[in-house]
């Protein structure tokens, strides 16, 4: 093999809050990998509060004018990537006033990264493009208190290019299928795509301090009106069966939060972690695991509570961003994964048990070219 590194755009500025930025892959060689690094700014007011920022890219793209290769929110991207890859993406997450962020969120195309046989072949296509659509006020509005500098944000676009080696075969393709808000009680039936066939099928259930196993009680893949059933779990089960399919993922996060104040670990139900003090002279304990937040305790020397509490955090997770992840058979086998030539259809039905949630469809399919 034959592989270089292209770094094809550098630190793109874009002077908006919110907006759409559209970039052409001009590439003749199959791509394993585009990594696009995302620049933001914390507000100076005070700590950044209840987000990161791929909570603030809204869609990542790949698009080939009206076909869709890859399209994603930032948190369900690197969540695909952590089940794909066994890891986690660079990420720079500190919030601190006035302080930096990077996250890399990287578009994939292979079972691995240098994956010769499922790859992006741009000569398959006509003009494709990456497209990045953001909103540094999506959680709360840029220039206030627990958000973002507003008008400040960059992109950065690298390519893991295969010169000589690959055999394309086709490529993996990720798609939000849907997004809707939980309810209280009922099943949400959802038609899955039978047209390629599925590696996997991934489902988030986001609230700040939420359970994502409260909003969704119970998981079930239903082929041709129950005639197969690969999973019918309740969501509690579910996660347990994570431990089974999925290795330790791990965030390395740099928190600022009052003594009694909660915070987002962004590792999901039964995630575990640990946390440094980064100052001097304060007592500070971590409690409170049991959703997607920690609670914070920071007393001085003499027990007195104190607030702005520096804590460098490691979260070890199984479920990032609060997602299930079903598999299709040996993920390293395309012959193992769900062969759906014959399928008439197929039924995913989420048993839902809380309101406030947002949930969302992603499915994973094999491409043929």
Not at 72 to 90: H, V
Not at 124 to 129: L, S, T, V, Y
Not at 196 to 223: E, L, P
Request: proline letters at 4%.
């Amino acid at each position: 093999m034959k592989i270089r590194d292209a770094q094809l755009e550098y630190r793109n500025q874009r002077a908006l809050t919110a907006g759409v930025w559209t970039f052409p892959v001009n590439l003749v060689d199959p791509v394993t990998e585009f990594k696009i690094w995302v620049w933001a700014h914390v507000y100076g007011g005070d700590a950044l509060a209840d987000q990161c920022l791929p909570y603030c890219i809204t869609e990542i793209a790949l698009v080939d004018g009206s076909e869709v290769i890859f399209a994603m929110d930032g948190a369900c991207a690197i969540a695909s990537y952590g089940y794909d890859m066994g890891k986690f993406p660079l990420h720079w997450h500190q919030e601190l006033a006035g302080m930096s962020n990077y996250w890399c969120i990287p578009i994939t195309f292979g079972r691995w990264l240098t994956d010769p046989e499922w790859i992006f072949d741009p000569t398959r296509f006509r003009n494709p493009q990456i497209r990045i659509t953001w909103n540094l006020s999506a959680v709360t509005a840029a220039d206030s208190a627990g958000s973002w500098i507003a008008n400040d944000i960059a992109f950065s676009v690298w390519a893991k290019v295969m010169e000589e080696g690959a055999r394309p075969r086709g490529y993996l393709m990720n798609k939000e299928l849907k997004e809707f808000a939980s309810l209280a009680s009922g099943d949400e039936i959802t038609y899955l795509p039978t047209d390629f066939n599925i590696r996997k099928v991934m489902v988030r259930a986001y609230k700040n301090c939420g359970q994502q196993n409260d909003a969704i009680t119970n998981i079930k893949i239903s082929q041709d009106e129950d005639k197969w059933i690969p999973v019918d779990l309740g969501s509690h089960d579910f996660l347990f069966l994570h431990y089974d399919w999925w290795d330790e993922m791990d965030f390395f996060l740099k928190c600022c939060r009052d003594d009694e104040e909660q915070d987002e670990h962004f590792g999901g139900t039964y995630s575990h972690g640990v946390g440094v003090g980064a100052q001097a002279a304060i007592i500070q304990n971590l409690r409170g695991w049991a959703n997607n937040c920690f609670y914070l305790d920071a007393d001085t020397d003499a027990g007195a509570s104190n607030d702005n509490n520096q804590v460098w955090i490691n979260t070890f997770t199984r479920s990032p961003f609060d997602t299930f992840c079903y598999p299709f058979g040996d993920q390293m086998v395309a012959e193992d994964w769900l062969d759906v030539s014959r399928i008439g259809n197929l039924r995913l039905i989420l048993r839902q048990g809380a309101t406030g949630y947002t949930e969302q469809i992603v499915v994973q399919q094999a491409h043929p070219y």
